[in-house]
């Protein structure tokens, strides 16, 4: 017998904190070595925490909803055999990559079902123990686990036979914050055409400029720039809504967000005083924050404390729709790509070329003026882009 | 060595070309990925088609038929007399493990697979040095990582291998002669099946054992193999004093059982702590999101089929499928007198688990087939849940016992009961028989053994 405190390991990429996102066993429960205790959040993903070996656990020193620090003590265990110092711990130099979650090898292992119907049943996502096998004995057959598919209440409109892939992680985290926003806020959108031809040539200005000099500059760095500008004229589109206390939160930083697509899902990462840098800060900290995030190295204080979003879903030569606001934040604006349009040009038709915006604002706090006034500050900033200051 | 040498992007690099390896290799490379395969020996198929598997099985089987062939000799058959000319016989074992390998390599080279002979180790979390020779070395970046380095044979503690009188196991299918005195160090079926063929060959072999013969298998298979061995003319001691046993300057084999070859991986350098000298996967056979284990170096019976499957399991999900490692019995086998074959469940395994079962026991003796080869000795013993009737466990004793188990290994994964195995037509006169007549045993209504039920 010997007591172990497990603490929080670092659970890799950089993450210096997680939250306790769920407890897997109560205080005083037996647990197996490598069996799942604790699953702890962090914004980019859920990882469960395995016993480092067989015992009781007699603590929990966290609670559920706790923000910790990596090499916090999570709880106590008091194990059958000797842990050796470093199992579940930091002490190795190099961080220990995570064990593997739950899975193991004898999934199912009480159930009865042949091995092609166990891996139908893996590819439609359908958990064995939840189906009522048909066969003698209770055998599951492959018809059973396509009816349990159809009856699933859950997945009324999936077809059959299609493969099921657990939410998690940044996935998880997108359903989450999505779900809150287009439950709870009255969203609200304006289009508009932006002349874009003075600001697509200040970019390339800048970029090769920075190039040369060995540096690089995001092209969405102006459009934070112009975001930052304008949200210091507009307060409101800088604030958050206190629901609960009837409030609105103007807030003194200016966070902007860049959403940003990663092999993961979408991750928004946060350049801090936006507002306050000057150009080549800004452009270092636009690269920093989304080079990262598309590495998938952010950290939980690069993807905290964001007070407004931009979304340049030109970058990806995408076209324009709406786009949900991202709770507690009030507004989102997203850009879509500079294209050359027919546009009428003191009575004759000409060719510019033309950057769509959408701006999207929370209707509770903002209204239809406040969000033209917004919009048209925005468009001014970048049809004359010589008032971004670069 | 300096950071930023230049290196070679690699969508899947799997270490090591043995079943695992390049069974992964193959599938991973059908489903469109690009592979690139290490391998330190310069030869694919690793351990068990170069010195293990492949060759033991070669040596089992020609030893095997000269005892057939004495057997058969009071029956009428022309007798053989003398020793086996080793040194011809070599040259049909190696034959054939050419063929395999060679049949392996251009598998791998239809799939477009790249083969790089090299010790690799890793040198950070997404990146593999190969050093190819003495002076050479390849850096890869990989996005997929396979280890499958498989592994080696354990030293004997007071009997470490001296590289001639004393060897490991896989240095005794390559002799060019029958030793006239062979002792034989070991419980496992390496150091049976050793024991017994060169007891077949001519050789005057002691088996030393501290413990019974094959002690991971049921209790009764490990009396038939301590019986089959003395009837194969081998001397089974069970002595824990090595020194005292055999006779003095006979050739020594010693079957210490199989360590994982990690240690020259600097698996730290990617971040990946073995415990207890193995890796531990999840179903996928993932430690890490782009890091997987198969083979030896996972936590499990290190045997080629398992690995296989593994390696297969692996390359599907390298191909994006979904797939899982479930396999609920991987059978064992051992080409010794007799034969010797088991999956699923012991009586001692059931009995600890407290699991009740229902054991169907059905002796050769009252098998046609059986008595047509004179190998009698032999049984088929079940074991079925009390609850249910599906089979979970067999050992089976006898001549083809080793196929014979791919029956009750389906029958596992099928979750078939003894009702379904006893009315499931047998041919006649097969060995195959003997899990029919065990079902029925089981289910207390044999027709060939007496005690069957009555009114």
């Keep these: 017998m010997a007591r172990f405190e497990f603490r929080l390991p670092d659970i890799g990429e950089g993450l210096a904190e997680a939250e306790v996102a769920r407890w897997l066993v109560a205080t005083g429960d037996r647990v197996t070595e490598d069996q799942p205790v604790v699953e702890m959040m962090t914004d980019k993903a859920t990882v469960e925490l395995p016993s480092p070996g067989a015992g009781v656990v007699v603590e929990q020193r966290v609670a559920e909803g706790d923000v910790v620090k ?5 709880y106590v265990i008091e194990t059958d055999a000797q842990i050796a110092a470093g199992g579940g711990s930091t002490h190795a130099e190099e961080p220990s990559r995570s064990a593997p979650a739950t899975a193991s090898v004898s999934e199912n292992a009480g159930v009865l079902a042949p091995p092609a119907v166990r891996k139908l049943a893996r590819e439609l996502g359908v958990d064995l123990a939840a189906v009522k096998g048909t066969g003698p004995g209770g055998r599951i057959s492959a018809e059973d686990v396509k ?216 209707h509770r706090m903002i209204d239809g003026e406040q969000g033209l006034s917004f919009a048209l500050t925005l468009r001014s900033l970048i049809e004359k882009p010589e008032q971004l200051g670069a | 060595m300096v950071a930023g040498d230049q290196s070679d992007p690699a969508d899947v690099l799997i270490l090591g070309a043995g079943p695992g390896g390049y069974v992964a290799a193959l599938r991973a490379a059908q489903l469109g990925r690009s592979v690139t395969l290490v391998e330190r020996s310069g030869r694919v198929g690793g351990v068990c088609l170069n010195e293990g598997c492949i060759p033991s099985k070669h040596v089992a089987r020609f030893a095997a038929a000269k005892s057939t062939a004495e057997k058969l000799a009071a029956s009428g058959m022309p007798s053989l007399s003398g020793l086996p000319d080793m040194a011809a016989y070599q040259k049909s074992r190696a034959g054939a493990v050419g063929t395999l390998v060679k049949g392996v390599t251009s598998l791998l080279e239809a799939a477009g697979v790249k083969v790089v002979t090299g010790s690799a180790r890793f040198v950070g979390r997404t990146r593999v040095c190969v050093e190819i020779g003495e002076e050479s070395v390849r850096y890869f970046d990989f996005k997929d990582v396979v280890i499958a380095t498989g592994s080696s044979a354990l030293t004997h503690e007071t009997m470490p291998y001296d590289g001639d009188r004393v060897v490991e196991p896989s240095r005794a299918f390559e002799w060019k002669e029958v030793p006239a005195d062979l002792l034989v160090v070991g419980s496992d079926y390496i150091a049976l099946e050793i024991a017994v063929a060169y007891a077949r060959l001519g050789s005057r072999v002691t088996l030393a054992s501290r413990e019974r013969l094959l002690p991971d298998f049921d209790q009764d298979l490990s009396a038939a193999a301590q019986r089959g061995a003395k009837t194969a003319g081998v001397n089974v001691v069970t002595s824990s004093d090595l020194k005292s046993v055999g006779p003095a300057g006979a050739r020594v084999v010693v079957s210490a059982g199989r360590r994982a070859n990690l240690d020259e991986l600097d698996l730290q350098l990617a971040g990946l702590t073995p415990s207890g000298g193995m890796l531990h ?87 046609g087939r059986a008595v047509i080869e004179s190998s009698t000795s032999g049984f088929a013993k079940l074991l079925f849940a009390k609850d249910g009737g599906t089979l979970l466990g067999a050992h089976l004793a006898g001549p083809r016992s080793t196929e014979l188990i791919a029956e009750m290994v389906l029958a596992i994964e099928m979750g078939a009961t003894a009702e379904d195995l006893a009315l499931t037509v047998h041919a006649h006169p097969t060995f195959a028989e003997s899990l029919m007549e065990a079902a029925e045993v089981s289910l207390g209504r044999a027709i060939h053994v007496r005690g069957g039920p009555k009114r």
């Design chain 1, 70 to 74: 990596t090499g916090a003590v999570l």
């Design chain 1, 147 to 362: 009816g349990h598919t159809a009856a699933a209440p859950a997945a009324p409109a999936t077809a059959a036979g299609g493969r099921r892939v657990r939410l998690r992680g940044v996935q998880k985290r997108m359903a989450e914050t999505m779900t809150l926003s287009a439950r709870t806020i009255p969203h609200v959108t304006g289009f508009h055409e932006l002349d874009a031809g003075a600001f697509a040539d200040l970019v390339t200005r800048l970029r090769r400029d920075a190039e040369s000099k060995g540096a690089r500059f995001p092209f969405d760095t102006l459009l934070v720039r112009a975001a930052a500008i304008a949200l210091r004229r507009h307060p409101i589109f800088n604030s958050s809504l206190d629901d609960e206390r009837g409030e609105i939160v103007m807030h003194e930083d200016v966070n902007v967000g860049v959403a940003t697509a990663t092999p993961d899902g979408l991750i928004v990462p946060v350049v801090k005083h936006a507002d306050t840098l000057d150009l080549n800060a800004l452009a270092a900290a636009v690269d920093r924050v989304t080079l990262a995030a598309r590495e998938g190295k952010v950290s939980v204080s690069d993807v905290q404390g964001g007070t407004f979003t931009i979304s340049n879903t030109g970058a990806w030569r995408g076209g324009l729709g709406t786009s949900l606001i991202r709770p507690p934040e009030a507004a989102i604006v997203a850009f879509g790509r500079i294209e050359e349009k027919a546009v009428v040009r003191d009575g004759n038709v000409v060719a510019r070329p033309v950057m769509p915006m959408s701006v999207t604002f929370d």
């Design chain 2, 281 to 367: 996967v999840d179903a996928q056979l993932r430690i890490d999101r782009h890091v997987f284990a198969i083979g030896d170096v996972t936590d499990g019976l290190p045997l080629a089929h398992r690995a296989m499957m593994q390696g297969r399991v692996a390359g599907d999900i390298l191909g994006g499928k979904t797939a899982a490692f479930d396999s609920r019995a991987i059978p064992r086998i051992v080409f010794a007198e007799p034969e010797i074959a088991a999956a699923g469940l012991t009586e001692a395994e059931a009995h600890a688990a407290d699991v009740e079962v229902t054991i169907g026991r059905f002796p050769l003796a009252a098998l």
